[in-house]
């Protein structure tokens, strides 16, 4: 389904084999619970890897992008509980993103996901997302087998604040500056040979982004909604 709200948290990971067993209580018993009990907050989803450079990839959904710089999300961060410092500090090749969601558009909710980090030199960023939101992702939306399509646009600012949780990590975050997301609904091998064959270095290329992008192929593992709060 299309993203709920203008916010979101994309997260990408590795897990120290040790501490692999610890991670999945933590993040299913406690830290997704807690995420989506923060006012704001109101879906997470967790990924693990089909096909990708990363094991994991985690998804939060928020009504608004000045949630991920307010006083609830920030004292959340700064105060980590006990479990949460023993787990983190297992977390290898962090990129983490607070996000804008500048597009958005789903038939449903896919198991599969496709997830592509790039890069978009800032004297063409306009342009980029312009055509972007204009053509091609509308494009790519009718194509078969594809549920929705997600464009996420980093604060690099906001992301680089160095909380107490990252501190327990092994090391700092890489910052994802763009962020496509393409949801798929059928088996892996045609969408991962869909995405390999639409998402190529020319189209990234005619689109005006630099670099390689980064690809990876994940399926849904878990999600999380934030409980009703009485008004």
């Known amino acids: ?98 996000c804008r969601v ?25 342009d980029h997302l312009t055509h972007m939101k204009n053509v091609i992702l509308p494009s790519l939306s009718r194509q ?9 646009v980093a604060d690099v600012g906001a992301s680089a604040i160095r909380t107490e949780e990252q501190k327990h990590r092994a090391e700092a975050n890489r910052i994802p500056a763009w962020v496509l997301l393409v949801e798929g609904w059928g088996d892996e091998r045609p969408f991962e040979a869909w995405s390999d064959a639409t998402l190529s270095a020319n189209f990234w290329s005619e689109a005006g982004a630099t670099g390689p992008a980064d690809i990876g192929f994940y399926r849904l593992q878990n999600v999380r909604t934030a409980v009703s709060r009485e008004p």
């Open 102 to 126: 500048e597009y958005t558009s789903s038939h449903g909710e896919g198991g599969l996901i496709a997830t592509l980090r790039y890069d978009v030199p800032q004297a063409s960023a306009v």
């Open 144 to 152: 078969p087998g594809i549920a929705g399509l997600h464009l996420l």
């Open 1 to 98: 389904m299309s993203l709920v709200g203008t916010g979101a948290v994309a997260i990408w990971h590795d897990i120290a084999p040790e501490g692999r067993d610890d991670f999945y209580a933590w993040h299913g018993e406690e830290h997704m619970p807690e995420r989506a009990d923060i006012p704001g907050f109101i879906r997470g989803r967790r990924y693990v890897a089909t096909r990708a450079g990363l094991e994991f990839f985690n998804l939060y959904e928020t009504s608004s992008p000045e949630v991920l710089k307010g006083s609830d999300y920030l004292s959340r961060l700064n105060s980590p509980t006990p479990w949460t410092t023993a787990t983190v500090k297992h977390f290898r090749n962090v990129a983490r993103s607070l």
